[in-house]
């Protein structure tokens, strides 16, 4: 247990579905960030948020749209995606962005169909 | 920016053989490295760190020392298991990108026989 939480473990959805991915954290952090994780590919930062504030979109599509309400909450909606985001996403929160260590959630494998 | 190398797997190694998984990295300053590992299924756990020079990060049998001459940061472990079958991943901070996020490499797979 990281003491960060990510829902739906798994996830099937088709290209013209809308879902939404959760995590929370209970750490106390105020940066949270979002990665994909693909098969032989290196880990892909897509957003970061630090106090609920979005500080990094690294050139992510339209389709995936980030959302923070707090400093423990990070959603990714997802909507129209296409087969090649199938992937496992993973959230990770730090205390801040300066300090490097970050604690990693179990992530969610989405299948797009 | 800084940037990390790390060897490509996969690593296949028999019980209680010696693990060395090699990274380097190119990096402003001195920053903290990282070792994470990935478990089948899971996402990545911080297995050990060292915030500077000539620091050894140790956990779970596993160690790795902060090598500024050679910018290395290599891991190792003794004798390994078959539970240690996982990914690894050297980290380190991207100061001079996007503020503290991390870096990471590839990743290597290690496989354990029994």
């Known amino acids: 247990e990281t003491g960060v939480t990510q829902t739906p473990r798994h996830l099937v959805m088709g290209m013209t579905n809308k879902k939404s991915l959760k995590c929370e954290q209970h750490?106390?952090?105020?940066?949270m960030y979002w990665y994909k994780q693909s098969a032989k590919k290196p880990l892909e930062l897509m957003f970061v948020?630090?106090?609920?504030?979005?500080?990094e979109n690294n050139s992510v599509p339209s389709r995936f749209s980030p959302e923070c309400p707090n400093s423990s909450h990070l959603f990714l909606h997802l909507h129209t995606l296409q087969p090649e985001d199938s992937a496992l996403y993973l959230c990770?929160?730090?205390?801040?962005?300066?300090?490097?260590?970050?604690?990693f959630g179990p992530g969610t494998r989405l299948t797009v169909l | 920016g800084n940037s990390v190398t790390q060897m490509e797997g996969p690593v296949t190694l028999s019980e209680e053989a010696f693990l060395t998984i090699n990274c380097t990295y190119t990096a402003t300053g001195y920053p903290s490295l990282f070792w994470y590992v990935q478990y089948p299924g899971e996402g990545l756990q911080l297995l050990l760190k060292?915030?500077?020079?000539?620091d050894k990060g140790s956990n779970k049998g596993f160690e790795a020392t902060y090598r500024k001459e050679t910018t290395s940061f290599h891991l190792e472990k003794g004798s390994v298991q078959v539970s240690d079958s996982a990914v690894y991943f050297c980290?380190?901070?991207?100061?001079?990108?996007?503020?503290?996020?991390?870096?990471f490499g590839k990743g290597t797979k290690l496989s354990v026989k029994p």
């Open positions: 750490l106390g952090h105020n940066a």
């Open positions: 980290a380190l901070p991207n100061y001079g990108g996007s503020q503290g996020n991390l870096i």
């Open positions: 948020y630090n106090f609920k504030e979005q500080t």
């Open positions: 990770a929160s730090s205390p801040d962005t300066g300090t490097g260590e970050q604690f």
């Open positions: 060292a915030t500077k020079a000539d």
